[in-house]
């Protein structure tokens, strides 16, 4: 919050700051998204680079999923960026590659039926029924169904990125559990046993 206030006000050096803070992995990423999203939502220049930059393989998950986002906004406009968010959709991560399918049907990228057919089998549950219908929206040459009131292409990248949050805790749950294992094994040890 302090730093999207700081943006805001479009401080003297806000350039440092944001570099600062999409370098700055504590927390979740939680500075560089906020930096990263403050770029893309100011549009330009900048951002089209930012979001090309932010969504390549390499960049921390959280990054991507925002910067996909962004693509998707381009790409209505931007042929390069267009093919850019299509080949996403072969992303080895499963929450990039899920903001990338939802991202070309909402920037309603025809060319990108081939591919999101493909990759249809990888998703299920109410993702994948908003996925078919909006799939189905695009053969028809329509433009893409707009998602239910209930649930926004937002809100599924914010669950992506809630789940990998919650993935992340959880995998830092399971060392703690094994570290106290493995310190009272330790105290077990070195525990003189009484003389008998």
């Not at 350039?15 to 999203?37: C, M, V, W, Y």
């Not at 093919?83 to 060319?111: C, H, Q, Y």
């Not at 081939?114 to 329509?142: D, F, H, Y």
Request: charged residues 30%; proline residues 6%; without cysteine.
């Amino acid at each position: 919050v302090a730093l999207q206030t700081l943006l805001n006000k479009e401080v003297k050096d806000s350039d440092e700051l944001i570099a600062s803070a999409l370098k700055n992995s504590s927390d979740r990423h939680l500075l560089g998204r906020t930096a990263l999203q403050y770029v893309l939502d100011h549009g330009g220049q900048k951002a089209r680079e930012a979001a090309v930059l932010y969504s390549r393989p390499g960049q921390p998950s959280a990054l991507r999923t925002a910067a996909v986002q962004a693509l998707a906004r381009q790409a209505k406009d931007d042929p390069e960026a267009e093919k850019f968010l299509i080949g996403l959709l072969d992303d080895e991560l499963p929450n990039v590659r899920t903001s990338a399918m939802f991202a070309v049907v909402s920037a309603g990228l025809t060319a990108a039926l081939p591919k999101l057919e493909q990759q249809l089998p990888k998703v299920t549950g109410r993702p994948r029924q908003m996925l078919e219908s909006q799939i189905e929206a695009l053969k028809n040459s329509k433009k893409p169904a707009s998602p239910p009131a209930d649930i926004s292409i937002k809100e599924i990248a914010d669950l992506e990125r809630q789940a990998l949050d919650l993935e992340l805790q959880a995998r830092e749950m399971r060392n703690r559990a094994e570290a106290l294992k493995l310190k009272a094994e330790r105290s077990k040890l070195t525990t003189p046993k009484p003389a008998g």
